[in-house]
């Protein structure tokens, strides 16, 4: 029960905080330490096999270097005279492995734009978050591409680290938020990364697995709590979530699609070269910035209702 406490302190520090931004970030140390083992490892001119091969023992030096940091922070966290600050160390730890509020800052400093009219800065913005071309999008295809952001991302960045926290505490937190970040810095279908990153992408997609599933079923239970489309989104949820060329992707941003009556999906543009991406939900409601705002809320409640689910069980 004391855990779960933790992971609500956590949620608290990182809504009234947000993630600070630092060098020594855990998020960036860890980042730091796979970029140097590429530099170690990662040759141009090695075979395909020979890449798998470095790629998964970069994998393997990572986790477990992960795994190790966070049991002994855990070890720690034992050690300190009483619960209380206990759990105040805990959650202070936990509250990076997450990323509710900055996910929502971004997303809502969006919607801000959209509605002031401000097209040019809010195409700025939202490429920061997304790795499409947006030098060209309209508010359609902006609110778009900031609703599937937003959904994909509070499987990566919330429920996905809160799920491992509640089944092996710190050690699992830890060790997840390294699996992700190697999925986003090798995890690329591209001449680079395509065999070095192989490893790493295909673990991000067994680590999420049933955090994607459980996230579309919090979506649908958020809702209903938010009054929106709760049998839309199953509908949505059940048809499309398979269409995602992402194992995963698709249970979160099919479910949102659905509960707010969007279309998400289409063509998207890298390097210039379109990519059709095939379409979760309906087209019932055109796409605007109010939708960021919906997306938003479900987020947010999705997240509590973890929490709340985490804390009784």
Request: aromatic fraction near 10%.
């Amino acid at each position: 029960m004391s855990s779960m406490i933790a992971a609500v302190v956590a949620f608290l520090i990182d809504a009234l905080i947000g993630d600070p931004r630092s060098k020594f970030h855990p998020v960036v140390l860890i980042g730091n330490l796979i970029s140097a083992l590429e530099k170690i490892l990662r040759r141009d001119f090695d075979s395909p096999k020979t890449k798998i091969f470095k790629g998964g023992v970069l994998v393997c030096i990572v986790i477990t270097i992960s795994f190790l940091i966070g049991f002994g922070i855990e070890t720690l966290t034992k050690n300190i005279p009483g619960l209380v600050l206990q759990i105040f160390f805990q959650a202070s730890v936990l509250s990076f492995m997450i990323s509710p509020r900055s996910l929502a800052d971004a997303a809502n400093e969006i919607y801000f734009l959209l509605t002031q009219e401000n097209i040019i800065l809010a195409r700025e913005k939202v490429g920061w978050i997304v790795g499409r071309d947006t030098q060209n999008l309209n508010e359609a295809e902006i609110a778009r591409a900031t609703v599937e952001t937003v959904a994909e991302n509070t499987v990566d960045g919330i429920i996905s680290p809160l799920f491992y926290f509640a089944i092996g505490g710190l050690p699992l937190a830890v060790t997840y938020r390294a699996i992700n970040t190697m999925d986003s810095m090798l995890g690329y279908k591209n001449e680079k990364y395509f065999y070095f990153g192989r490893v790493a992408a295909r673990l991000d997609d067994v680590a999420n697995f049933i955090p994607a599933r459980l996230t579309a079923i919090l979506f649908i239970g958020a809702a209903i709590v938010l009054n929106l489309d709760f049998k839309n989104a199953f509908k949505m949820m059940k048809r499309d979530a398979q269409k995602h060329p992402s194992p995963n992707g698709g249970w979160a941003e099919a479910t949102v699609a659905g509960a707010l009556n969007i279309r998400l999906g289409g063509t998207n543009y890298y390097f210039g070269e379109p990519h059709f991406r095939a379409y979760m939900g309906e087209p019932n409601e055109s796409l605007e910035a109010a939708h960021i705002s919906g997306a938003v809320r479900m987020m947010y409640t999705a997240t509590i209702l973890f929490l709340t689910a985490a804390c009784l069980l």
